[in-house]
């Protein structure tokens, strides 16, 4: 197989490069974990082999999330949201509208949220290696907070070296005293991210958090992991698929997390039975939303003030300004309610964005309105409308919310982080008709993260693209062989190997004739 060319989905003002691979039945696209470059994954024997077998039997669809290996550079961190916005992205630019989606480690809690907001555009998921969090709690594997530890304190050491493979010894302990290996990994880590990249994104990971995601997945799931993986342990498996209504669980005998090393013909075996007869046609009655509910304060004693006709004109320039925001900011106005709306959203951080704007321009007209932000599981009902516990949820936040403040549920707080939006703490409050005490959280005004990405769109990014530090020659030679040669690059690699293990062997025996 000649090495695919690569292409760039445009997410607004970020290039996004994939590529596609193979012309089967169905549409498959591959979310990466924590590191990737397209070109070097055609540079190796195992993950070559790999990807072509996925491909023997779909249109296999393969990307760089942004900031790491041939996509545009990002500042700061990306946040959950918009690495599925740009998964979305690049889909629409293959002209996939029917997509399975294979998800790996840091790549499954994507898969998880992209299919709980577009069920109607993934047939079937299967997730590898992968946990809703990185890190343990209270409520969540407590028992298994020294293995997740474990695994952290590996990488922090590899990034203390970057470049040298030590990542090897959290994903392929394995292989972390094979020489040959820890070459080619050193060269993916350098190709992938810049070390202060790796840094951030290593700090992203362990905030992740999709468990309350986790039973509103309403697409055939089958859930895969080694049962003794070394890097995430095999009871984050368990967890979702247990959560995950009517998910599979298969546990494969071994200890990798890397895909593609050791024997991958069991696992691939299993992810081609299962997505080969799970095309399912189906439109879900319930979908994974934003909702924001705005309301202007005291609009009674406005009214009187103003009079009928003049609250009417005012009404009319806030509802127009209104409309037009919240489609600026990607959502859509499900229904006007007198004196405030109803409006939904892909992500929860751009409903935040655009209820502070809907608070200022209010401001600006006189005006004082209040916003209230939750994600949740929603019901789809006739002529567009929306319904559902979530919608519920979101109406009682912003009756609480104080003249000028938008308040959001613990929920939206924790699906943006790296976004660069910071929250102040409401505390804990009883909601009308909602079971439960709900912990709220007002959003501040813009902070230094959200800044730091302006600054980036202006021109002017804080962290050089991860490709932009592949300065080394060599490195510069190695990646340019893997793109224009890659079956020069997997036999060098083999070479590479071949003699890694003819020097420890010669080492073994000198040792024992010693």
């Known amino acids: 197989m000649q090495q695919p060319k690569t292409r760039y989905a445009k997410n607004g003002d970020v290039n996004i490069a994939y590529q596609v691979v193979g012309d089967g039945p169905l549409d498959l696209v591959f979310v990466f974990g924590y590191l990737s470059h397209l070109d070097l994954i055609w540079s190796t024997p195992e993950s070559a082999a790999f990807?072509?077998?996925?491909?023997?039997?779909?249109?296999?669809?393969?990307?760089?999330?942004?900031?790491?290996?041939?996509?545009?550079?990002?500042?700061?961190?990306?946040?959950?949201?918009?690495?599925?916005?740009?998964?979305?992205?690049?889909?629409?630019?293959?002209?996939?509208?029917?997509?399975?989606?294979?998800g790996w480690s840091e790549g499954g809690p994507i898969g998880i949220l992209f299919a709980a907001a577009y069920p109607e555009r993934i047939p079937a998921m299967a997730i590898y290696g992968?946990?809703?969090?990185?890190?343990?709690?209270?409520?969540?594997?407590?028992?298994?907070?020294?293995?997740?530890?474990?695994?952290?304190?590996?990488?922090?050491?590899?990034?203390?070296?970057?470049?040298?493979?030590?990542?090897?010894?959290?994903?392929?302990?394995?292989?972390?005293d094979d020489a040959g290996a820890r070459r080619t990994i050193g060269l993916l880590e350098r190709a992938s991210v810049s070390p202060a990249m790796a840094e951030d994104l290593l700090e992203a990971a362990r905030k992740i958090d999709v468990l309350s995601v986790l039973p509103t997945i309403d697409v055939p799931t089958l859930v895969l992991h080694h049962s003794g993986d070394l890097a995430l342990p095999v009871e984050a498996a368990r967890y979702m698929a247990e959560r995950i209504p009517d998910a599979r669980l298969v546990e494969l005998p071994g200890d990798y997390h890397i895909p593609w090393l050791g024997d991958h013909s069991p696992l691939l075996d299993e992810v081609e039975r299962f997505l080969t007869g799970a095309r399912q046609s189906r439109d879900p009655d319930r979908v994974l939303a934003t909702v924001l509910f705005t309301d202007i304060v005291g609009s009674t004693e406005k009214a009187s003030e103003l009079g009928d006709r003049r609250w009417r004109e005012l009404l009319e320039a806030h509802d127009t300004g209104a409309r037009r925001q919240v489609e600026t900011h990607g959502g859509r106005v499900v229904k006007g309610l007198g004196d405030g709306h109803l409006a939904t959203f892909d992500g929860p951080?751009?409903?935040?964005?655009?209820?502070?704007?809907?608070?200022?321009?209010?401001?600006?007209?006189?005006?004082?309105?209040?916003?209230?932000?939750?994600?949740?599981?929603?019901?789809?009902?006739?002529?567009?409308?929306?319904?559902?516990?979530?919608?519920?949820?979101?109406?009682?936040?912003?009756?609480?919310?104080?003249p000028g403040e938008v308040l959001v549920s613990r929920a939206v707080r924790d699906l943006v982080v790296g976004s660069g939006i910071d929250f102040e703490e409401r505390g804990a409050h009883e909601l009308k008709g909602v079971p439960g005490s709900w912990d709220l959280l007002a959003v501040a005004a813009a902070g230094a993260g959200e800044s730091r990405r302006e600054t980036f769109r202006a021109g002017r990014p804080d962290r050089l693209a991860p490709n932009m530090g592949v300065s080394r020659r060599g490195d510069r030679f190695a990646l340019r062989v893997a793109r224009d040669a890659p079956a020069l690059a997997r036999l060098a690699s083999r070479l590479t190997l071949w003699r890694s293990n003819r020097k420890m062997r010669a080492e073994r025996r000198t040792s024992r004739e010693g």
Do not use: Y
């Open 51 to 102: 990807f072509r077998r996925l491909a023997s039997f779909s249109r296999l669809i393969l990307f760089d999330k942004r900031g790491t290996g041939l996509s545009d550079p990002v500042s700061g961190v990306p946040s959950l949201e918009e690495r599925m916005e740009d998964l979305r992205a690049v889909l629409d630019a293959a002209g996939s509208q029917r997509t399975a989606l294979f």
């Open 130 to 176: 992968s946990t809703p969090r990185f890190t343990s709690s209270k409520s969540f594997l407590p028992e298994k907070r020294e293995a997740f530890e474990r695994t952290w304190g590996a990488v922090e050491s590899a990034i203390a070296v970057w470049g040298e493979g030590k990542t090897s010894e959290a994903f392929a302990p394995n292989f972390a």
């Open 349 to 402: 951080a751009r409903a935040i964005r655009c209820a502070r704007t809907l608070v200022e321009d209010a401001g600006s007209l006189g005006l004082e309105v209040r916003a209230g932000v939750h994600t949740g599981e929603c019901e789809l009902l006739e002529g567009d409308d929306m319904g559902g516990m979530a919608v519920h949820i979101g109406a009682r936040v912003a009756a609480i919310a104080a």
